[in-house]
């Protein structure tokens, strides 16, 4: 067994309650630090995304100016409390100039100059204890903009002008991004350009169309009939000579001529018309009138059909051949003395699908019991084709 003195008895108690003392301190220490943890992380700021350099421009308005600067000051500790850097009246005048652009694109890029990321534009309006707040945001980087209008009462300013700036500073909110004049321009340049080469190449190849279907047609000829509408009319001369002559009859004269007339001439003038069938291409029903000058006076109607071959190669040159069955009258007395027998052949030419040149010969026989008349002519004229025009074929 060990003995102590009282000294060493009383050292030793005091030894114990230190120890004792400094336990339970660092034992308080752990649990405090335990509990203000928490407390201390959910106390640290959070740092913006991105740092925000806006230019706020001078307000405009008519207001007084203890109101402009309520204003102002609003707007600004609002900006700062969500984390903008503020130029200062001076960098702004001097970036800006003492007037500064209307334009939203010119904004843009004086902003960019000075290194912001938006311009807000200010417009203030008092009336009946609040005011009119007009703000206009424009994006340094995309020209973009944004706008928002609020009646404001004085004592719910900092809490409205708050909400509009969230808006306003949201880019779901912007416009759509402004289209440059410059790119603009270059767009509209590259479309009419690419139209111009457009009508260029198909000009180009309707030309060359045209060129390879006319070597076609002069290696390969194609037989064709004319152009135009299914009706005709057409005027025309037959001069020639009598191929008979005129024997005396007993008591009978050939059609208002005295069997004794001398003259061998033919003359005569045909008005004619004709209708296409579109059953068989080139046949045409035909019908006439003849007037006879010489040898004798008399007139001849008759009807009947006639044939335009088709054309070979390129030329509008076609032949026709028909013939028409009729009446035979004299003039002279109005009295019929036989039929009119009159077959033809033409050539044709045709200067468009409507008008046609023709050259031919036409025989006149009205027989008679005196002989009659036979006469053969050249006929010359015109004709033509009326109606919708068909396609050539």
Known sequence: MRWYTRSQRAMSTRRRQVGRAGVALALAGLLGGVWLAPATAGAQPVAPAAQRVVVLLPIEGSATQDLVADAESTLRGS??????????????????????????????????????????RAALRPFAGQYNLSLSLVDAASGRTATREESIHHEDAGEVVGRMLDALLDPANWSAPPVDPTLAREAEARRLAEGEAARQRATTEAEAARRQREAEALAHPVRGYADGG???????????GRLSGVRAPSGMVLSGNAPAEASSAAVALRAEGAYALGALRGLEVAAAVMVLTTPTSAVGFGAGAQYTFPSSGRLPLRGTGGGLVGVWLGVAGARPTTLWLNPYVRAEWGFTPTVQAFLG???????????????LGVMAGVRFRLGATAPAR
Do not use: F, H, K, Y
């Open 79 to 120: 900006l700062l409390a969500r984390g903008a850097r503020l130029p200062d009246r001076a960098a702004i005048n001097l970036g800006l100039g003492l007037s500064p652009p209307t334009d939203a694109g010119a904004l843009a890029r004086a902003a960019q100059g000075m290194g912001a990321t938006q311009v807000i």
């Open 230 to 240: 299914p009706w005709a009319v057409g005027l025309s001369l037959v001069a020639g």
């Open 361 to 375: 010969l036409s025989l006149d026989v009205a027989p008679a019991d005196n002989g009659g008349v036979t006469a």
